[in-house]
């Protein structure tokens, strides 16, 4: 199993030799240098720690500085660990799209846009009031009432009701690599990931 840390770049399409227009993902993924290999003997689990992107040193505190000097890597933005890692690495190892071939499978996770605080129409899809009036004429949009009488007394858990939107891990599985650039780190893969142009994203062979 390989991985790599990457970021969102967008959305485009391209076509097949037969001609199907394919909505696709171009993603920035890696180098990602190996910062920590985690042992069960030392740590009682095994995982793999991986950095992406550039930060100037000014911004690094001093733990994160000497964790990354005694591993002899650049100073990395972010950091993310990875379980089941198959490929043996070590510590200054470097992860490239090299280790991905067009028709891979890949399971991608980021954190889907942020929405804000939403009303139940755009959060739940409910149809709101249409034409007719049924005492909310001036409130289409209202959820209507949200709990019984004088029995249970109370609102259930796991109501569907107003509330913050978007902004959670989003995990993707069975994404086909469609085309890779090594020279620009560069996946392209099949439909649409989580998350806006510039998201954080890790990426996973299956």
Known sequence: MSVLLG???????????AGDYIPC????????????????????YESVQIGFGQIPARKVNKPLA???????????????????????????DELTVADFTVGDKLKISGESKGRGFQGVVKRHHFGGIGMT???????????????????PS??????????????ERITVRNLKVLRIV??????IVKGSIPGAPNTI?????L
């Open 7 to 17: 970021r969102k770049i967008g959305m485009t399409s391209i076509f097949t030799e």
């Open 25 to 44: 993902t171009v993603i920035e993924a890696g180098p990602c240098p190996v910062v920590q290999v985690r042992t069960k003997e030392n740590d009682g």
């Open 66 to 92: 000497g964790h990354f000097a005694k591993a002899k890597v650049e100073f990395r933005r972010y950091l993310r660990e990875f379980r089941n890692v198959k490929k043996q690495v070590k510590v200054g």
């Open 133 to 151: 009036t049924h005492g909310q004429s001036d409130r289409p949009r209202a959820p209507g009432s949200i709990g019984s009488s004088s029995f």
């Open 154 to 167: 109370r609102v259930f858990k796991g109501m569907r009701m107003a509330g913050r939107m978007g902004g």
């Open 182 to 187: 090594p020279e620009s780190n560069l996946l």
């Open 201 to 205: 994203v890790e990426i996973v062979k």
